[in-house]
């Protein structure tokens, strides 16, 4: 099937899909949801030759809850997270940020693994994995690799995916008791908006009241979305006191790589980064303890 200069292929299987995308060559590219893809091809920049819809792949499909975690098909939508419960009580920071990506219409069809594999700094989903320590299975066509989160992406729109290979799951520990976190999205509107910044933080609590393990996470903060380790680093093995942690907000401020837009200026960013790392925790240990 052939439109605007390129042909549509609609695989049944993953292996089908693979199997298609080595034929077809480099210019064959994946699509799930298509949210992005179609606003590149109608701006002009994306001229693919050919586009592989991965919808109909059943592998690619499914949240599960495993006994390690949680296991998200590339083609879970953001709204199938969003009306999880389960998620929402063992993973809030993933279910807030997946609740904030655009519409509810773009949620219904815009996917999790479509959204890594976008690669934009600005991915709320992004943040909400890399709190959790996500890692990446890979498809190759003659067997799989497993990436964390924190390597699979390569530059602004680039990930380390390699001609005819596909993200197919994105797998989460399940996190130890008294874990805390949230995600907030910053934005000049209050709907259907990219975020001016995107705040994530986590804090496990050891049984005497330590931070056993910390996660800062921001988007909008550097060319991908990151961790801010040092940051991290101040919260670990401390008690969660005002002090420790406005200190950490303060080191992530500083290390993040954020830069003057039309969206906000690089300041600002800074300044919500400062305010909103306390507060997310506040909020998290809040709701947690009611």
Wanted: a neutral charge.
């Amino acid at each position: 099937m052939a439109a605007k200069g390129f042909s549509y292929h609609r695989p049944t299987s993953l292996g089908e899909a693979l199997a298609l995308l080595a034929d077809l060559g480099p210019g064959a590219v994946p699509v799930a949801g298509a949210t992005d893809v179609w606003v590149n091809l109608r701006a002009g920049k994306l001229a693919p030759e050919a586009l592989v819809s991965l919808r109909n792949v059943p592998e690619l499909s499914g949240l599960r809850k495993t006994e390690h975690g949680l296991a998200l098909g590339a083609c879970v939508t953001h709204a199938e997270v969003e009306d999880d419960p389960w998620v929402a009580e063992h993973f809030p920071a993933l279910h807030q940020a997946c609740s904030g990506v655009g519409s509810r219409q773009v949620r219904n069809v815009a996917t999790v693994g479509g959204n890594l594999c976008n690669a934009a700094p600005s991915a709320d989903s992004a943040v909400g994995l890399l709190l959790y320590d996500a890692e990446c299975r890979i498809e190759t066509g003659i067997g799989h690799r497993d990436v964390p989160l924190t390597e699979f992406f390569a530059g602004p729109n680039r990930t380390v995916l390699g001609p005819g290979e596909v993200l197919a799951e994105i797998r989460l520990p399940l996190p130890a008791g008294r874990t805390f976190a949230g995600y907030r999205k910053i934005t000049r509107r209050k709907a259907v908006e990219l975020p001016m910044i995107g705040i994530g933080a986590r804090v496990t609590l050891g049984a005497d009241g330590r931070v056993a393990e910390a996660r800062i996470a921001l988007g909008v903060a550097g060319p991908t979305p990151l961790r801010v380790r040092k940051a991290e680093d101040r919260l670990e093995g401390e008690l969660l006191t005002r002090e420790a942690v406005a200190e950490a907000a303060e080191i992530a401020a500083q290390q993040a790589k954020v830069r003057d837009s039309w969206r906000g200026e690089a300041w600002y960013r800074r300044e919500m980064i400062r305010v909103w790392i306390p507060r997310i925790l506040d909020e998290a240990v809040l709701s947690r303890k009611g």
